[in-house]
T-cell receptor, first 115, second 114 residues
Framework: AQSVTQLDSHVSVSEGTPVLLRCNYSSSYSPSLFWYVQHPNKGLQLLLKYTSAATLVKGINGFEAEFKKSETSFHLTKPSAHMSDAAEYFC?????????????FGTGTQLKVEL | NAGVTQTPKFRVLKTGQSMTLLCAQD?????MYWYRQDPGMGLRLIHYSVGEGTTAKGEVPDGYNVSRLKKQNFLLGLESAAPSQTSVYFC?????????????FGEGSRLTVL
């Protein structure tokens, strides 16, 4: 069985400060992990993915995430927040290689960016 | 290249009415999915299809039916709508290639059942 927990439902940061969105996972196998972003009234868009290659994964728009097996975590970070980063972010886990068709979504973290 | 297109984008139904949501993708993807998104619950898989003519149940299939008569289309039907089916519905698709695992999403269909 697989599961994912996003530790914060809401995160608020000031523009130009670092962003940290936390995600812990549980998986019976070597997991594939993803972060998706959803802007208001839009579909989800892939930010980055981990599929057993490098543990530090770089994504679009300056985001990156580090896979830490010992901590079962896959936290999303960005050095400097921009107003356009305000959105909802979903951590997703799959314990099939490459994701397959059995994905489990976290409940989401709403990121607010203030001036 | 339109990607994944959902119609309609908005719909209001009365309890007991039926309707069909249409999802069309132009990326020649084998896999297609229907999810529902509710506040505080993330996305939950309703049904999915791994190819033309095939469908399978996901996490929350009750009250929904699906069909995949053509590779590019995946229909989600509600035979007798209930207020509990008020939600935002997302269609997604991806390639059979399991290395990437990336899903491509439509922009959603917001359904209200009164």
């Amino acid at each position: 069985a697989q599961s994912v927990t996003q530790l914060d439902s809401h995160v608020s940061v000031s523009e130009g400060t670092p962003v940290l969105l936390r995600c812990n996972y549980s998986s019976s196998y070597s997991p594939s992990l993803f972060w998706y972003v959803q802007h208001p009234n839009k579909g989800l868009q892939l930010l980055l993915k981990y599929t057993s290659a490098a543990t530090l994964v770089k994504g679009i728009n300056g985001f990156e995430a580090e896979f830490k097996k010992s901590e079962t975590s896959f936290h999303l970070t960005k050095p400097s927040a921009h107003m356009s980063d305000a959105a909802e972010y979903f951590c997703v886990v799959s314990d099939r290689p490459g994701g397959g068709n059995k994905l489990t979504f976290g409940t989401g973290t709403q990121l607010k960016v203030e001036l | 290249n339109a990607g994944v297109t959902q119609t309609p984008k908005f719909r209001v139904l009365k309890t007991g009415q039926s309707m069909t949501l249409l999802c069309a993708q132009d990326m020649n993807h084998e896999y297609m999915y229907w999810y529902r998104q509710d506040p505080g619950m993330g996305l939950r898989l309703i049904h999915y299809s791994v190819g033309e003519g095939t469908t399978a149940k996901g996490e929350v299939p009750d009250g929904y039916n699906v069909s995949r008569l053509k590779k590019q289309n995946f229909l989600l039907g509600l035979e007798s709508a209930a207020p509990s089916q008020t939600s935002v519905y997302f269609c997604a698709s991806n390639l059979r290639d399991r290395v990437t695992g990336e899903l491509f999403f439509g922009e959603g269909s917001r359904l209200t059942v009164l």
